[in-house]
């Protein structure tokens, strides 16, 4: 071990093993979250334009962030959501384009838009009742508020080949910019807002407060330690091959002290 080919085969080790801590002290530093939000931050009500900003991901501390907006809906854009439960009970949603005002801040010199899930309907039926009551009111343009829950986006789904190809299963402002009216320039948030008052005589939509989140995050503790296991393991290596190397040089001269025509005695 004291040869300078493996001390230099130490030394790369000891370069090695230095790269594996420095990884594994980055992964726990991404563990642990040392400025969690505090405890029902979500259910304080912040401008929308203060959470996120049109294009961009929700990150996860924010997701059901309560937030406030305002805006004209666009009279032709109010559309349908199937398969959406409230409490356990299945029915559709009433969901519209809510284009921003430009006073809350939220829009830019570009028109500005944000998916809202207006309220809950039990039937098909009541739900286009409540389109017509609501394009009815829409075409009016008043300045509307609005208080509710902001939610990532689901992910649009192909639709399926046995029914109609216009049907809508998941609360996607992709899928429903796709179908919306005077998108030319439109800026649009990524996630939705799920209302907190229903409009046009629907059922409130039941969304609960999300869980608090925990500031440890286990996965890159486990992986924090793989990397100190690795580090570890670059020690042994050297150590392995250096004592293969003994013991191989240890049996030649053992071989070369024997007498020309004696039995091979190895143990």
């Known amino acids: ?38 405890p029902g931050a979500t259910e304080q009500v912040r401008p ?24 004209a809906w666009v009279p032709r854009d109010f559309l349908i959501v199937e398969s959406r439960f409230n409490d356990g009970v299945e029915g559709f949603w009433v969901t519209g384009q809510l284009r921003l005002d430009p006073s809350t801040g939220s829009a830019t010199d570009e028109p500005t838009s944000v998916a809202v899930a ?13 389109i017509e009551r609501l394009a009815s009111d829409a075409s009016e343009g008043d300045v509307v508020e609005v208080t509710g829950r902001l939610i990532s986006d689901e992910g649009p789904l192909p639709p399926s080949t046995r029914g109609d190809p216009q049907t809508m299963t998941r609360m996607s402002p992709a899928a429903l910019l796709g179908r919306w009216h005077d998108v030319d320039q439109l800026n649009v948030y990524r ?21 608090e989140a925990s500031s440890v995050n286990w996965l890159n503790v486990f992986y924090a330690a ?26 030649d001269f053992e071989d070369d002290q024997q007498p020309d025509g004696a039995p091979e005695t190895r143990g």
């Open 226 to 251: 793989e990397w100190a296991v690795f580090a570890g393991f670059a020690f042994y290596l050297w150590y392995r091959l250096a004592r293969d190397q003994w013991e191989k040089e240890l049996e």
């Open 1 to 38: 071990m004291l040869r300078p080919q493996w001390i230099g085969m130490l030394l790369l080790c000891l370069v090695v093993a230095g790269v594996f801590a420095w990884l594994g002290q980055w992964q726990l530093g991404r563990a642990i979250d040392t400025d969690p939000p505090p």
């Open 191 to 211: 996630p939705y807002l799920a209302s907190s008052e229903p409009f046009a005589g629907l059922t409130a939509i039941t969304s609960p407060a999300p869980d």
């Open 48 to 71: 929308l334009e203060d959470v996120a900003s049109p294009g961009e991901y929700l990150p996860e501390p924010l997701v059901g962030q309560r937030v406030e907006t305002a805006g």
């Open 118 to 130: 207006l309220g809950w309907a039990a039937t098909e039926d009541d739900a286009l009742a409540a």
